[in-house]
């Protein structure tokens, strides 16, 4: 175990796989603690390196080779993290044993990305402990062991192996975004906004569909978050949202459900979309001028004066809403 930290990344899942499967109901939480200290972060920071020393190599000439380094690291990486998913899933006292050994971890300094990662995946593997798991991490975070840096680095290195765990995260999420405390609410917000930025469209698209069925719940606290998180996400990736705005102009649906100040946030959203550059003829949003009389099959909402100071700029235009007789 000493030795852990000098193993060759290619060599790391063979020896992994040989400790999970020697290890007995009575020294299950000493060595999995050990295993925890003992691993070298190096090995899962390895493609951040990689990809770092790869832009010096580019402007050598030698991209290619560092390119085919960093698709092996990877690759080590994720078959590393199926060695342990394998081992959890069919032995509850692993699953148990890493559990404990990360909640009997007091200092904000010794949590590591890979903690983050193993409640990630011991709550999408097994059923049975997530309650345990959840009450592990509200802990954690409101504690302050896990903050928002450690998640955002845990997304940044791990995401080829979050990206599997998707609906499990947004499960954790959505059980977060119901919590009284703010600092849950935060953590849950977070987890949103980095599954958006990090994972493919097929995730992005869970993303959007989880935070317009919070708006859609009525629960105030619930509505501000989702609302806060979807401006948020359409500042950071316009053109990305821009392929999920459909599922946003659902929300104009259950405007009676949510306060002005909220639809205030909506339209904010709205129309961040609608005069953003990336925005194009064929968008689900249409904002068109004012024609003089209306369709059977159109609806138009006012904009309450609360949100006219939002239009002074294009006081010509309002937003139209197609409905399908």
């Known amino acids: 175990m000493d030795k852990l930290s000098s193993i060759r990344l290619e060599d790391l899942p063979v020896i992994i796989k040989f400790i999970l499967h020697s290890i007995t109901a009575m020294d299950a939480l000493e060595v999995i603690s050990e ?3 003992k691993l070298d972060l190096q090995h899962c ?5 990689l990809q770092a020393s790869q832009v010096k190599l580019k402007s050598k000439g030698r991209a290619s080779s560092s390119g085919n380094q960093e698709s092996s690291g990877q690759s080590c990486i994720i078959l590393l993290f199926d060695v342990i998913k394998s081992a959890i899933r069919y032995e509850k006292t692993i699953s148990e044993a890493w559990i404990k050994a990360i909640e009997n971890t007091a200092s904000v300094s010794e949590h590591k990305v890979f903690d983050l990662v193993m409640l990630f995946i011991i709550y999408s593997t097994n059923i049975q402990t997530k309650k345990y798991i959840e009450r592990v991490l509200r802990n954690k975070i409101r504690s302050g062991c896990i903050q928002e840096q450690l998640l955002q680095s845990t997304f940044s290195v791990h995401y080829l192996v979050l990206k599997d765990m998707c609906s499990s995260i947004l499960s954790l999420a959505q059980s977060l975004l119901h919590s009284l405390d703010q600092s849950m609410i935060s953590f849950g917000s977070l987890l949103y906004k980095y599954a958006f ?3 493919d469209t097929y995730c992005q698209q869970e993303v959007v569909g989880a935070l317009v069925t919070h708006i859609c719940s009525g629960n105030e606290a619930e509505v501000d978050t989702a609302l806060d998180v979807l401006l948020e996400l359409v500042v950071l990736n316009p053109s990305a949202m821009m392929m999920n705005a459909v599922f946003i102009k659902g929300i104009l649906d259950y405007l009676d459900n949510i306060s002005p100040q909220q639809i205030r946030k909506l339209f904010c959203v709205l129309s961040t979309l609608a005069f953003s550059k990336q925005n194009e003829a064929s968008s689900h949003i249409q904002v068109r001028d004012q024609p003089g009389q209306h369709s059977e099959t159109c609806l138009y909402k006012k904009i309450t ?3 006219a100071s939002m239009f002074k700029s294009v006081p010509k235009y ?4 197609q409905y399908f007789s």
């Open 35 to 37: 295993l925890r200290e």
């Open 45 to 49: 920071v390895l493609p951040s390196r």
């Open 197 to 199: 930025k990090f994972f």
């Open 305 to 307: 004066p609360s949100l």
């Open 318 to 321: 309002f937003i139209l809403i």
